[in-house]
């Protein structure tokens, strides 16, 4: 199996690329975007050595699927996806933050809450909590959109106050967010998993906001399965997920957290398999469909550029 972990390519009318951790997005024509989802793989803000093969596709056709899946809640940037690793849509600015929305108490919520934390991004969280329980209702943990390194949690207010979105702005992102994550939450609970907690990104243009990136994915969501989640939090065990975590889990048990003088562990080959098996495994349970891997040719960056090629010229 290849994995695809860097791309250079010469689209039609392009203008520039942006290389993130995980995206390559090219920009066409400063009117339209294709962002190829590349195999890549990154924790703690920290892109790891290896790639891991179909990843890209994984998340590329989730997110195809629950873009198509929200369009009547809010308009989004997908036109096509000419590739199983590539979505071309329109080109947006996007807001300088990114909206978290957490059904439950886990991930960094948790770390914080167990540390002492009763607030969160200026929200207020209740007493006698314990790891995993569901919030009364989900709440809204925005977060800054670092160019690189961390992300910071931020408050509503200071969104507002120090002029990263307008409040007329800011208001209309809450009430796409968190109809997003209830839609979310019942396509989960359709095929028996809960949506934990996910981020949605939002841009601008000609004024009108629009759904941008990924949304649903592993990458950008943490999912639980519904089966035994009652027993499991009564008894205090860790909840069965389909998520990214599961990779922070195995680098912090190597002694890892993206830290000054930390190493990666070393990313054996049945790692990096194990690690595509649920990324194909959360596929199939989220969509409900079998996971149809990609035409396994010579060289998958030469079947990109044609595909992408050619939706280009139609534009």
């Keep these: 199996m290849k994995a695809v972990v860097k791309t250079n390519f010469s689209f039609p009318k392009q203008k520039s690329l942006y290389v993130g951790k995980v995206r390559d997005v090219y920009n066409i024509d400063d009117k339209y975007m294709a962002m190829v989802v590349s195999d890549r793989i990154s924790a703690f803000d920290v892109v790891l050595p290896k790639g891991i093969p179909y990843k890209g596709q994984v998340l590329n056709q989730i997110a195809a699927k629950f873009l198509d899946a929200t369009a009547d809640i809010v308009p989004n940037w997908k036109l096509a996806t000419p590739d199983p690793m590539v979505t071309v849509g329109l080109k947006c600015e996007g807001f300088r933050v990114e909206m978290i929305v957490r059904g ?15 607030t969160l991004c200026g929200v207020p969280l209740p007493e006698g909590m314990v790891e995993n329980q569901k919030f009364p209702t989900p ?41 997003l994550f209830q839609r979310g939450t019942e396509i989960a609970a359709s095929k028996g998993l809960i949506l934990v907690d996910t981020k ?72 990096v398999n194990s690690i595509t098996d649920r990324y194909i495994e959360l596929y199939e349970h989220i969509t409900g469909e079998k996971f149809q891997k990609a035409d396994d040719c010579a060289d998958i960056t030469d079947r990109i550029e044609k595909n992408v090629s050619q939706y280009l010229k139609t534009l």
């Design 104 to 118: 439950y108490l886990a991930g960094s919520a948790w770390r914080e809450y167990k540390a002492g934390a009763r």
């Design 139 to 179: 709440i809204l943990t925005p977060t800054t959109k670092a160019d690189e390194g961390h992300d910071e949690n931020i408050s509503r207010e200071e969104i507002i106050s120090k002029g990263l979105v307008s409040k007329e702005d800011y208001e209309q992102l809450e009430k796409y967010a968190l109809a």
């Design 200 to 271: 949605y990104e939002f841009g601008k243009r000609d004024g009108k906001i629009y759904l941008i990136d990924e949304i649903h994915t592993p990458d950008s969501s943490r999912y639980f399965y519904a089966e035994g989640y009652e027993e499991r939090l009564a008894k205090g065990e860790h909840q069965r997920q389909l998520s990214k975590e599961f990779v922070r889990e195995w680098l912090m048990a190597n002694g890892f957290q993206g830290k000054e003088g930390q190493q990666v562990p070393e990313m054996t080959d049945e790692i």
